[in-house]
């Protein structure tokens, strides 16, 4: 019996997709940074809370390397904000697939109290990876 017979057509059909995009080249790494002070009301606990949550549907969505790190300034601050809310995803379409998720969707409505109250003060970018040469 063939794998395609065994597996039936539908699933033959995304074993070789899988194995075929697992061949290609991935888009660059991406990074989403936050610059923030927290607000009002919100508590270091709330967006460790917020993001630990966000973390835990990121890995069910099936990326547990990516989701989001939070940093505080230590020492002396140069500037005006003393965290870092940090997102890593592998690719642009990954981070897509990651935000369209279900679970991801989820957490974020479940937390949308804290992730509004940072997103009004804070500085967002998005960054790619740029290659180093070895």
């Known amino acids: 019996m063939s794998l395609r017979a065994f597996l039936g057509p539908a699933c033959f059909v995304a074993l070789v997709f899988a194995g075929f995009s697992a061949t290609q080249p991935e888009s660059p790494a991406l990074k989403s940074h936050h610059l ?25 969505a099936g990326y547990p390397e990516a989701g989001y790190r939070l940093w505080k300034v230590t020492g002396e601050r140069d500037g005006r904000y003393s ?29 949308q109290s804290v992730f509004a109250a940072l997103s009004e003060r804070q500085v967002y970018n998005r960054y790619v990876e740029i290659p180093l040469e070895n």
């Open 83 to 111: 965290y870092l809310w940090e997102g890593n995803w592998p690719s642009q379409a990954a981070y897509d697939s990651i935000h369209n998720h279900a679970a991801v969707v989820a957490a974020g409505e479940r937390n």
């Open 36 to 60: 923030l002070n927290l607000p009002d009301g919100i508590t270091e606990a709330d967006v460790v809370a917020a993001l630990s949550d966000a973390n835990s549907a990121v890995a069910e």
